[in-house]
Nanobody, 119 residues
Framework: QVRFVESGGGLVQPGGSLRLTCALS????????MGWYRQPPGKQRDLVAT???????YYADSVKSRFTISRDNAKNTVFLQMNGLIPEDTAVYYC?????????????WGQGTQVTVSS
């Protein structure tokens, strides 16, 4: 079983910053890619950013130059630093990981944390 502890969401004014944190625990052998997805109200869930165990990163075009993803492999934790937030960033943000439990790799998501950008 993989357990997620997500934190850092909240209400922020346009132009502000937030830092999301997601720590994984439980029974798994290895973690490959980690990242964040988001789902705005009434819309589909989309990829925001990912980071491999080697540190290679990917960002959606809408967040490039504003968001920075990082991870601490020793603590099974991934971070998302969000700067220059705009109302369009309002969404539930879900932590993601590709994890190996027993023999198989699988994709897992956390329960989500709300980010609201509003004045």
């Amino acid at each position: 079983q993989v357990r997620f502890v997500e934190s850092g969401g909240g209400l922020v004014q346009p132009g502000g910053s937030l830092r999301l944190t997601c720590a994984l625990s439980g029974s798994f052998r290895s973690i490959s890619t980690m990242g964040w997805y988001r789902q705005p109200p009434g819309k589909q869930r989309d990829l925001v950013a990912t980071i491999t165990s080697a540190g290679q990163t990917y960002y959606a075009d809408s967040v490039k130059s504003r968001f920075t993803i990082s991870r601490d492999n020793a603590k099974n934790t991934v971070f998302l630093q969000m700067n220059g937030l705009i109302p369009e960033d309002t969404a539930v943000y879900y932590c993601y990981c590709n994890v190996k439990t027993n023999l198989y790799w699988s994709d897992r998501w956390g329960q989500g944390t709300q980010v609201t950008v509003s004045s």
